[in-house]
């Protein structure tokens, strides 16, 4: 699993077209950075466990009106594949999700940053508006 994630983020920096432009290991953890259209970037940590790759993107901080943000969330998670909205123990909203270990490819790991950039893309400007209503009126 290993040697497939790092061969992965090999070819991710190595191709010109690639969103990704950074990856350090850090505690264990992997990190891949993506610059994104509707912010700067999105930086994605990649775990392994013993039977799983678990992967985590911060989304926004924890919103001043989370109602709203929340359903959106739930609503989004319904067309999701391989990652979910969720809430962490500070009430930030992370992107989150988990493959088995023999299901951890080349293919899976694009699909799996695909998907992630994708989410934050559509979602981004919806769920900060609605989560900072009074502050992000330029978002």
């Not at 998670?77 to 989150?96: L, P």
């Not at 080349?106 to 502050?135: C, N, Q, W």
């Amino acid at each position: 699993m290993r040697e497939v994630l790092d061969d992965r983020i090999r070819l991710w920096l190595d191709d010109p077209e690639s969103s990704v432009e950074y990856s350090e290991e850090l505690e264990g953890r992997i990190a891949v950075r993506m610059r994104q259209q509707v912010r700067e970037a999105t930086t994605v940590w990649f775990e392994i466990w013993e039977r799983s790759l678990k992967f985590e993107a911060y989304f926004m901080p924890a919103p001043l009106e989370p109602q709203e943000v929340h359903r959106q969330a739930l609503v989004r998670n319904m067309g999701s594949w391989r990652a979910f909205f969720a809430v962490d123990d500070e009430g930030a909203v992370v992107i989150r999700g988990r493959v088995a270990a023999d299901r951890v490819t080349l293919d899976e790991l694009d699909f799996i940053l695909g998907e992630i950039y994708d989410m934050v893309e559509v979602a981004f400007r919806p769920m900060i508006r609605s989560g900072f209503p009074t502050r992000e009126k330029s978002v």
